[in-house]
Nanobody, 121 residues
Framework: QVQLVESGGGLVQPGGSLRLSCAASGSIFSINAMGWYRQAPGKQREYVAI???????NYADFVKGRFTISRDNAKNTVYLQMDALKPEDTAVYYC???????????????WGKGTLVTVSS
């Protein structure tokens, strides 16, 4: 059984910062890409950022220069440093990862349950 658990969400003022974390646990053989999506109220879930096992990163245009994704492979954890936050960044942030668990021969996508980020004065 593999689980992803996010933490670090909360209420922050416009222009502020938050750091999200997502830890993978369970019967993990290996982790490939890890990343983040978000879903604002009344909107579809949208891609935010991804980081490969080798450390290559990619970002959605609307977060470039403000958000930074990183990972600690020893801790099976991915982070999202969010700076210069805007009210439109308000959303539930979900982490995902392509994980090969010890009972399978191929990696599968796993999702966390999400953490709420609210940007408001």
């Amino acid at each position: 059984q593999v689980q992803l658990v996010e933490s670090g969400g909360g209420l922050v003022q416009p222009g502020g910062s938050l750091r999200l974390s997502c830890a993978a646990s369970g019967s993990i053989f290996s982790i490939n890409a890890m990343g983040w999506y978000r879903q604002a109220p009344g909107k579809q879930r949208e891609y935010v950022a991804i980081i490969t096992s080798g450390g290559n990163t990619n970002y959605a245009d609307f977060v470039k220069g403000r958000f930074t994704i990183s990972r600690d492979n020893a801790k099976n954890t991915v982070y999202l440093q969010m700076d210069a936050l805007k009210p439109e960044d308000t959303a539930v942030y979900y982490c995902y990862a392509y994980i090969r668990d010890r009972t399978r021969v191929a990696a599968s996508p796993y999702w966390g349950k999400g953490t709420l980020v609210t940007v408001s004065s």
